[in-house]
């Protein structure tokens, strides 16, 4: 770093100090701007660049990312910011602060897709069939980018802010796997964020309430006689029944969901026979359902089951249907949470960059995390005109604007810490409790 770059980080860093200190509102308010200002500097911005694209080459599927949980343990030892590992097989759960309440986390999912990277640059895929193209290599950066900043004013915390380095989000509830372990059951409140191409860059998009729905995942077997198919009435042909039975599946939100109450049902997999002439034995459908209230998703699960087994006996099969474990909950965001949010998201970017979020029907394993313990979740924009459209997430073709890191990681930072200087509770605490004795 240059001297005149190093003198200012100097001066950010000794005017955040200050601000901690002081117990003045509008000096308060300050600490987001100057975290910005320190995130944009070489020093977090160069380096955070510099891990996304690590782990960017070397993508690992859920409870896999052994090299990647291996990086962030080797950075955090660098900070010397204590950790607890492995935490659901691969998870990393660090430490910032007096390692007393309140507490707050910060939370960054580690895991890839089983996809084949189609963009052809430099820090390409290494692995074949295995692609970041949901920007969790991002979240990880700018989560490592929010802990360097906060260590190096530790001292000066009000509390303790905790790092969650999440596995398994994509479909394995790896955060209900952390949850389960026990870790996270002193948390007062948890952030996540997530990239999205479709908002600017230096904005964000959220909402108070839901913001993400409920998904589940199913998958059936419908099972006939196979046979020769010049001759189906000697067969059971389990690929018209399970014809008839997605053409069912197709009518449970037209037909039988309130048109006001946002519900969907997708098979996106099927699977049956390997010759143009012989009716296989069974076919396989696989597909996905979501809803906003837990009552229509448990409704839809229901007819689901009903639909596929009684319409595969219509048509004289068999059917078996199996569902994931564990449903992802509704991504709902705490109210509270939302006003804290507004104003430090506004005090860094400007009111004017804080955009309403439309209700999505994506699914989010963070929503576990929010049932558990008062949570917030939000997106980060990546979005830039001059750059040409990005591509949306689960693509081979999507790609990360590096520019939005600096945004990700002030924000991580300066959410966790006004957190602290905002909602403190009087909890006395022995003087012989550690850090790992509270969580």
Known sequence: MGLGNWLRSIFILHMFVATLSSSNPE???QISADFLDYARE???????????RIIHENPELGFEEFETSKLIRTELDKM????RFPVAVTGVVGFIGTGEPPFVAIRADMDALPMQEGVEWEHKSKIPGKMHACGHDAHVAMLLGAAKMLQKHRHDLQGTVVLVFQPAEERDGGAKKMLETGILENID??????????????????????????????????????????????????????????????QLVSREADPLDSQVVT?????????????????????????FSKESFLQLKQRIEEVITLQSSVQRCNATVHFNDPFYPVTANNK??????????????????????????????????????????YYLGMKNETRGQLELGHTPYYTVNEDALPY????????????????????ITSPKESLHDEL
């Open 189 to 250: 409140a948890i952030f996540g964020l997530h990239v999205s191409p479709r908002v600017p860059i230096g904005s964000v998009a959220s909402r108070s309430g839901p913001v993400l729905a409920a998904c589940g995942f199913f998958d059936a077997v419908i099972s006939g006689k196979g046979g020769h198919a010049a001759l189906p009435q000697h067969s059971i042909d389990p690929i018209l029944a399970a014809s008839n039975v997605i053409v069912s599946l197709q």
């Open 27 to 29: 000096r308060l308010a």
């Open 336 to 377: 509270d949470l939302h006003k804290h949010f507004q104003n430090v998201a506004g005090d860094m970017l400007g009111t004017q960059n804080i955009k309403e979020m439309p209700l999505v029907m994506g699914a989010e394993d963070f929503s576990f995390f929010a049932e558990a313990i008062p949570g917030y979740f």
């Open 408 to 427: 990700g990681a002030a924000l991580h930072a300066s959410l966790a810490t006004r957190y602290l200087l905002e909602y403190q509770q009087p909890i």
């Open 80 to 83: 010397d910011i204590p950790y």
């Open 42 to 52: 070489p020093e977090i911005s160069e380096w955070m660049v510099g891990i996304r």
């Open 267 to 291: 098979v996106a997999k099927f699977k049956g026979g390997g010759a143009f002439n012989v009716i296989p034995d069974s076919v396989t459908i696989g597909g996905t359902f979501r809803a």
